[in-house]
């Protein structure tokens, strides 16, 4: 049985010809799966006996919302989303003045072991296809009667560890008559999966792609951040060099503040001269809490120092604005408190 939204538009052309069903149809139930019909029956302008082949051979994938919170201090939303086999994933639906942006899963928890992140705890049971994917979109914006124009991708899972899956899911909700959300508001975060990275420069496809640096060192980066005993920070940023030579687009680097860690001025100099010269901004995060991690968060004056010393020597550096702090909106803690 095949899962509609797991097709690209034309592997759905492809299975309805195998049907004996026209490629004019690929439209019509593309459109039927991006407003989150659960049932062929709903697709009213889709002939009984083609909605009976459907049933025969495929299905229509579908997410439950197993707990909802919402912020009294912002309206940003968390949802704990149950898929059909029982595991558990998280989305958050933040609103901004340019509209909604939604962070979105990739796995089903996550192998790469950071030590400051709540998702890698317990690690990875299964990567999600593209359509499990698409459907936080999808059931969020049904729940809320509201339309998504922005994606990050930066929820519990690393998107390069399911690359595949992600790329056919980014094609899916591009596609006009799907969600139809351009790549240029969708941003992509790897803990820096290089070869990946040399991958995605390849695929023509204008998404920005953001990278969870954390650290100015290899030192540093390999206490916090397993993948960095995989790939030495030379070799990840000779991969974003490259990526910005191909691409001509701007890579955003990731930076959660951890006291003590990886937050002194010296740090700060240190990182300002590795990405010296580079067409890149820095997102200095304060860590989040995690009950199971002894990291803290910085003061919020050492975070500020951080950022003029940034900008002083000529990096751009803001400070991400904390949403939905109190719904713990960061990805990984509702899962792993409901398990």
Not at 4 to 15: M, P
Request: hydrophobic residues 35%; charged residues 25%; neutral net charge.
């Amino acid at each position: 049985m095949v899962n509609l939204k797991d097709l690209e538009y034309s592997e759905l052309e492809e299975f309805l010809a195998e049907l004996a069903e026209p490629s004019f149809r690929a439209g019509q139930i593309f459109e039927w799966l991006s407003k989150g019909v659960t049932s062929f029956d709903e697709m009213t302008n889709i002939s009984k006996k083609t909605r009976e082949k459907l049933r025969e051979k495929s299905f229509i994938s579908t997410l439950s919302i197993r707990e909802k919170y919402v912020s009294a201090i912002d309206g940003t939303v968390k949802y704990l989303f149950e898929l059909p086999d029982g595991n558990c994933i998280e989305s958050v639906v933040m609103r901004y003045h340019h509209g909604l942006t939604i962070c979105v899963s990739s796995q089903v928890g996550c192998r790469m072991g950071c030590s400051f992140c709540a998702s890698t705890i317990g690690g990875l049971y299964r990567s999600l296809t593209a359509g499990e994917i698409l459907d936080q979109i999808i059931f969020a914006e049904k729940d809320l009667s509201e339309r998504i124009g922005n994606i990050v991708m930066m929820g519990i899972g690393e998107p390069f560890d399911n690359y595949d899956n992600v790329m056919k899911f980014l094609h899916n909700v591009n596609h006009p008559k799907g969600l139809n959300i351009g790549y240029r508001h969708i941003s992509i975060s790897t803990c820096g999966l290089v070869d990946k990275i040399y991958s995605l420069s390849r695929e023509d496809i204008p998404v920005t792609l953001c990278i969870s640096l954390h650290a100015p060192n290899d030192r540093i980066r390999k206490t916090i951040m397993p993948v960095a005993n995989r790939w030495s920070m030379e070799e990840l940023l000779r991969a974003c060099h490259d990526y910005i030579k191909r691409t001509n687009r701007r890579i955003t680097f990731e930076y959660s503040l951890i006291r003590g860690v990886n937050d002194s001025e010296s740090n700060a100099r240190e990182l300002a001269k590795k990405l010296g010269g580079m067409l890149c901004h820095v997102n200095l995060i304060p860590v989040n809490k995690v009950e199971e991690r002894s990291h803290e968060k910085s003061s919020v004056q050492t975070i500020q120092k951080f950022q003029r010393t940034l900008t002083e020597l000529g990096i751009n550096a803001t400070i991400r604005r904390e949403l939905g702090s109190d719904i713990h909106a960061s990805c990984g803690q509702l899962r792993k408190k409901v398990l």
